[in-house]
């Protein structure tokens, strides 16, 4: 083991919590600020127009954006290039989480899910979400933080659908979804999508699709192209910012996929609100961080 | 879509006027309610220390900070109001409440409610608490104060707003007409994306 001084990954842990949710990513406010300018109809401008001096307030008061503070969840790409020590990573970057909570302090949403006893931490059983990937040919370790909030967890939908229904059938269970969900996930936000795997695997995918920037297409040119016309398609629903009607509905739609099963079809939709949380930052083994989104 | 500015309390014929699509501002009381409040007050029969009469409730949870014996906010945001739709009728019959204010809107009983006793829902931008905040003036109460973070806060707001008229009192239901539009819309859609 290495003299690695892992207090760093607690600390970071905690300021990327609070960033998270005081900090939007440049790419949600231009493509917040992007549909304001859209916008035909003066009802959703002016709430564009609050979505965006808020933004601005949180930044001025170092307050929160949203008073959900989320579940924490903490997506890690450990660099092979260095001998990090997993089991350490997680439990610092939980202490940071509930660092955070106490030291900021905010809210705490975690909750034991059947005494419904709220620890004011953030944190429990099986809590912060870790998803742990590893990276050849880097040597830091690259922790992207998701806050996420309830009123669009809510609409987390999953189907097994089968081969026979084709692509078809998953691009209509996306917009059906978005639709059902109508003003709940505070419109218009990240409409994040997987598309094959398992059904564990499907449901993951959709949360790693609403954590890219906004309008980051998928590589492959097929998807990118689904993701374009799903956009539009939801769009043309008129659903709107905050369900009250309006030309914008969602900021994106990123789909992300897997190989699956032959006889499989599965498909699930995670929704992310318009105030789309993250944060970002590479811990580098001389002890050096460096945050961004 | 008219804009109105307007102090609290509301008059009966000040809410009438308004029709959904409006935007409100408005200066003076609010009261803050959650599940709990309403559970307490409602279905455990406490009487509330405070008159609403005219007045507009939003649902909330207000993180706040107890200085000596005041209440400052750190940060006052709005949840979704469909878990206490089952209590909104009765808030705006016997307590006289004016205005609901939250996200998501009611349903159907609450819209009578509102056409026959004068009343209207004020959808609030979701997820703008930081703002939401900053229009507070003053925490002057916090009622029952046990059932903090749930308790009933009394808010003295400036400018608080910009708030949607989304349920008015002629029976038009915003959020109700958007979906119905989406749904005329989506054959046409389905149609486009190639489904059907
Ligand atoms: S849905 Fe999202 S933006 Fe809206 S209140 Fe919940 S966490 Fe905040």
Redesign the pocket.
Known sequence: MSDFDYTLVEETGKQLYVRALCDLPPDVRRALAHAYEKESQPGAKEIFKTMLKNVDVADGKKTL??????LPIYMVKIGSGFNWDGAEVKERLTEGAVRATREYPFRGSSTHFLTRVNPQTSVGERLPVFYFDFVKDADCLEILMV????????MSKMKMFIPADGINALKKFVLDTVIESGA???PP?IIGVGMGGTSDLVTRLAKEAIARPVGQRNPDPDVAEMEIELEDAINATGIGPMGLGGDITTLAVHIETAHTHITLNPVAVNT????A?RARAKVYPDGSVEYGY | MANYFLKTPFSEEEVRQLKVGDIVHFDGTLFGIRDLTQIYMVDQNHEPPVSLEGMPCIHTSPSLKKVGDRWEPICV????SVRMDRYSPLLIEKYGVRAIIG?AGLYEDSLKAMEKFGAVYLAIV????ALETRQIEEVEAVYWEHLHPEALYQFRVKDFGPLTVAMDTHGNHLYFDVKARAKQRLPEIYKKLGVV
């Not at chain 1, 954006?65 to 989320?70: F, L, P």
């Not at chain 2, 979701?126 to 608490?129: E, I, K, M, R, T």
Request: charged share 15%; glycine share 22%.
């Open positions: 954006i949203c008073q959900d503070t989320g806050p996420k909030g309830s009123g669009s967890e809510n709940n996930p505070c936000g992310q609100c318009w105030p949380r | 945001g709005t949840t979704t996200k979701g997820g703008a608490a």
